[in-house]
Antibody, heavy 119, light 106 residues
Framework: EVQLVQSGAEVKKPGESLRISCKGS????????ISWVRQMPGKGLEWMGR????????NYSPSFQGHVTISADKSISTAYLQWSSLKASDTAMYYC????????????WGQGTMVTVSS | SYELTQPPSVSVSPGQTARITCSGD??????AYWYQQKPGQAPVLVIY???ERPSGIPERFSGSSSGTTVTLTISGVQAEDEADYYC?????????FGGGTKLTVL
C-alpha cells in the first residue's frame, strides 16, 4: 500500500526548535516530490514548499521562504519540515503530500501532524 | 502572489447537482486539481488535470474548464459529499490552493 506516515503531534513553547517527519512506503520514494501543506485552525490549505528526494532540490512558497526548512533522507524514505524558532502563529496542522514531478496533483497525503506552540 | 478564488459556501439538497467554481488568471494555461476534505481528515484528490477522475472516486464527481474558471460538478449529491473542497493550480513559485468552499447538503 502506498502511504505517507507522519510523526505525532507536538506541543512546543515559543522560541523552541522542531522537526517533524513524513515517511513514504509502498513506492519509489525518489520518483516523486514531497510537498508540505499548512492548515491553520479553521482555515484553508497553504502550500509551503517541496523537495525532490532524489537530489534534495527544494523550492518554497515566498510566504514561507526563510521561515522553515524542508529536507529529506532518501536512505530512509523520509522527508522533514523544520523550524529553528517557533512562534505561536505556527500552530497548525501540517500535511505532507506526494506529487508527481510531471503533474501538480497531490495524489497521496499523510495523516497530518498537529503542532501547537504555546507558552 | 497568484490567487485562486472560490465561493465560501455552496448549499444543495440531496440528489441535486452542486457546482463549485474556481477562478484564476493562469487557469487557461495551467491544469486545475480538486480536493475533498472532511472534518478531521486529510484532503483527498477527486479531480486532476481539470477533468480526470482518479480511480476510486465516484462518477458523480466531474470537472470542467472554461477560460479563467474551472468547475467541480457533483451530480446527484449525497449526504456523504458534505465537505470542504479546494482547487489547486501551479504558479510561478510552485503551486497555490484556492480558499476553499464548504459544501452543505441540506
Amino acid at each position: 500500500e502506498v502511504q505517507l506516515v507522519q510523526s505525532g503531534a507536538e506541543v512546543k513553547k515559543p522560541g523552541e526548535s522542531l522537526r517533524i517527519s513524513c515517511k513514504g512506503s509502498g513506492y519509489s520514494f525518489t520518483s516523486y516530490w514531497i510537498s508540505w501543506v499548512r492548515q491553520m485552525p479553521g482555515k484553508g490549505l497553504e502550500w509551503m514548499g517541496r523537495i525532490d528526494p532524489s537530489d534534495s532540490y527544494t523550492n518554497y512558497s515566498p510566504s514561507f521562504q526563510g521561515h522553515v526548512t524542508i529536507s529529506a533522507d532518501k536512505s530512509i524514505s523520509t522527508a522533514y519540515l523544520q523550524w529553528s524558532s517557533l512562534k505561536a502563529s505556527d500552530t497548525a496542522m501540517y500535511y505532507c503530500a506526494r506529487q508527481d514531478a510531471g503533474d501538480d496533483a497531490f495524489d497521496i497525503w499523510g495523516q497530518g501532524t498537529m503542532v501547537t506552540v504555546s507558552s | 502572489s497568484y490567487e485562486l478564488t472560490q465561493p465560501p459556501s455552496v448549499s444543495v439538497s440531496p440528489g441535486q447537482t452542486a457546482r463549485i467554481t474556481c477562478s484564476g488568471d493562469a487557469l487557461p494555461k495551467q491544469y486545475a486539481y480538486w480536493y475533498q476534505q472532511k472534518p478531521g481528515q486529510a484532503p483527498v484528490l477527486v479531480i486532476y488535470k481539470d477533468s480526470e477522475r482518479p480511480s476510486g472516486i465516484p462518477e458523480r464527481f466531474s470537472g470542467s474548464s472554461s477560460g479563467t474558471t474551472v468547475t467541480l460538478t457533483i451530480s446527484g449529491v449525497q449526504a456523504e459529499d458534505e465537505a470542504d473542497y479546494y482547487c489547486q493550480s501551479a504558479d510561478s513559485s510552485g503551486t497555490t490552493f484556492g480558499g476553499g468552499t464548504k459544501l452543505t447538503v441540506l
